[in-house]
C-alpha cells in the first residue's frame, strides 16, 4: 500500500510536469489579477486625460490627439502592443467619413487601439470599448469630461495592464483581447461604427463587446452609496453574457447591477446611445457599463475633482472580471435572442 502510494505520488508529480508544458493553466480565478487594478493608477491616469491641457478632447483636435500620444505612453509602458495585423496604434478615419452623416467640418481623427493575443483561441476577440473624445470647449470654457468619459478610458489602459501581467506570468487570456478607444462618439458614435464597418478582426469572430462609458461618478438615484452600476444590453443578445456579469459580480465584486435602463421602453434609450450599440447591432453580445447621469453630464464641471476614485476603480474591477470570464471559458457567448 504504502509502496504503491509513493509510485503514484512520482507518477503523478511526472504528469504535472508534462502538463504545464503542453496543457494551459488553470485561469479559473482571477483575484490575482484583479487587484492589479489600482484607484492610484486610475486616478493619476485621469488627472492627465481630463486636464485643461487636453481641451476637451473634441474629435480630432489638437488636445484629443494629445491625450492620445498620453493613453499609448501608458500601453508601451504597461508592455501592451498594438493589434496583430496593424502597423501602430491607431486606426485612422478620415474627415470624409466622420461628415457623412452630418456635416459638422469634423478633421480627421483616430481610434486607438491595443491587442492582447489569446493563447488557446487566439482568432476569437474580445472587444473593450471606451470612447476617448468628449465636447471639446465653448465660449472660452474647457469641458474636461472626466467622468465622460475620461473614466472608462483610464478603466480599459488599467486593464489591458492587469490582463498583461497575467499574460506574462503564464495565465494569459485564451482568447484574443483588443482594448478599443475609440472616437467621434459625442458627435453621433462615429468611431465605434467606422470599427464595425472596417473590423481589423472579423465580426463573426467577435466574441462580445464590453463597453465603459462613465463609472466615476453617481446619479441622484444612488444619492446613498455608490455601490452600484447600471447594466444595459447584457441578456439582448445572449443569456451567456447576462449570466457571466451576475455570476462574476456575485463571486467576486459584489456590488447592485441595477438593469433600469435596460427596460427597452426606458425613454432614455441609453442602449442605443453609446458605442456598445454599434456591436450589437451586428449581432455581437454587448454589456454597457455605465453609472448614469448627473448635474455635470456634458457641463464644464465634469473634471476629475468630482470623480468617485473608489466606485471608478470598483467598477473597472467589475469589467475585468466579466472580460476574465469571457476570454477564458470553455465557449464564447452563444447568441440566443434576436
Ligand atoms: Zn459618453
Known amino acids: 500500500m504504502k509502496k504503491l502510494l509513493i ?18 493553466k488553470d485561469n479559473s480565478d482571477p483575484t490575482k489579477y484583479v487587484n492589479v487594478i489600482k ?5 493619476k491616469m485621469l488627472y492627465i486625460i481630463a486636464s485643461d491641457e487636453m481641451e476637451g478632447r473634441d474629435t480630432g483636435s489638437k ?17 501592451v502592443s498594438f493589434p496583430k495585423g496593424a502597423s501602430d496604434y491607431y486606426q485612422a478615419i478620415p474627415a470624409s467619413y466622420l461628415n457623412a452623416k452630418r456635416n459638422k467640418n469634423l478633421p480627421d481623427s483616430e481610434n486607438i487601439w491595443a491587442f492582447i493575443e489569446g493563447t488557446e483561441k487566439p482568432d476569437e476577440v474580445l472587444v473593450i470599448s471606451a470612447h476617448y473624445d468628449h465636447i471639446g470647449i465653448k465660449n472660452g470654457e474647457i469641458y474636461n469630461g472626466a467622468d465622460d468619459d475620461g473614466s472608462g478610458t483610464v478603466a480599459v ?11 506574462k506570468q503564464g495565465h494569459g487570456p485564451k482568447r484574443s483581447i483588443l482594448f478599443l478607444h475609440v472616437t467621434g462618439e459625442e458627435h453621433g458614435l462615429h468611431g465605434s461604427r467606422f470599427y ?3 473590423p481589423l478582426f472579423p465580426i463573426a469572430n467577435t466574441i462580445a463587446d464590453i463597453n465603459i462609458d462613465m463609472i466615476g461618478r453617481r446619479d441622484v438615484e444612488h444619492a446613498n452609496s455608490n455601490n452600484y452600476v447600471y447594466v444595459i444590453g447584457a441578456d439582448r443578445l445572449s443569456s451567456d453574457l447576462h449570466n457571466a456579469v451576475v455570476a ?21 434609450h441609453f442602449y442605443e446611445r453609446s458605442d456598445h450599440y454599434n456591436f450589437a447591432k451586428h449581432g455581437i453580445p454587448s454589456v454597457f457599463l455605465f453609472n448614469g447621469v448627473h448635474a455635470d ?7 476629475a475633482e468630482k470623480i468617485e476614485y473608489d466606485a471608478l476603480t470598483k467598477r473597472t474591477k467589475l469589467a475585468f472580471v466579466i472580460a476574465w470570464d469571457l476570454a477564458n471559458r470553455e465557449n464564447r457567448p452563444v447568441v440566443d435572442k434576436k
Open 39 to 43: 484607484e492610484k493608477d486610475l486616478k
Open 157 to 167: 489602459i488599467e486593464m489591458a495592464k492587469a490582463f498583461t501581467k497575467a499574460k
Open 248 to 268: 462574476q459580480n456575485e463571486k467576486y465584486i459584489k456590488m447592485d447591477l441595477d438593469y433600469k435602463f435596460n427596460n427597452p421602453k426606458d425613454p432614455n
Open 297 to 303: 453630464y456634458h457641463g464644464k464641471d465634469d473634471t
Open 196 to 198: 464595425s464597418e472596417n
Open 7 to 24: 509510485l503514484l505520488l512520482v507518477a503523478s508529480a511526472y504528469s504535472c510536469k508534462t502538463a504545464q508544458s503542453t496543457v494551459s
Open 63 to 79: 488636445g484629443q490627439k494629445k491625450a492620445g500620444k498620453y493613453m499609448i505612453e501608458q500601453y508601451k509602458k504597461n508592455g
